[in-house]
């Protein structure tokens, strides 16, 4: 892919990113956690794409876009380890967030 493309690509992956961080602070505000957690996570998925981008490299699979990361950035030592961490919270999180059904989390009333 032509620089100036793989820029762009990454430029709108970066844009989109900021938004849907932008829709997850607006959903905390209104008290809707879940969702919240949901938009947070895809933020950070959107910045990894963006920056994955600038190697050329995507995935059809959240995992293997995280692993290009980590391999490419985090062991390389651009980015610290600390962020592999904090995106691996955040997949799980957002599982959760997405799947567990709250009605079997609640307690039984008396």
Not at 2 to 17: G, I, N, Q, T
């Amino acid at each position: 892919m032509e620089d100036s493309l793989m820029f762009e690509l990454s430029d709108y992956r970066m844009k989109r990113a900021r938004e849907t961080l932008a829709d997850a602070k607006s959903l905390l505000e209104r008290d809707r956690v879940e969702s919240s957690i949901n938009r947070s996570y895809y933020a950070i998925f959107h910045a990894l794409r963006a920056v994955t981008a600038l190697d050329g490299f995507d995935s059809s699979k959240h995992s293997g876009i995280i692993a290009h990361f980590n391999q490419m950035y985090v062991k390389a030592g651009i980015f610290d380890k600390e962020i592999s961490k904090l995106i691996r919270i955040a997949f799980s999180t957002r599982e959760k967030a997405d799947y567990d059904d709250k009605i079997a989390r609640r307690k039984p009333t008396p």
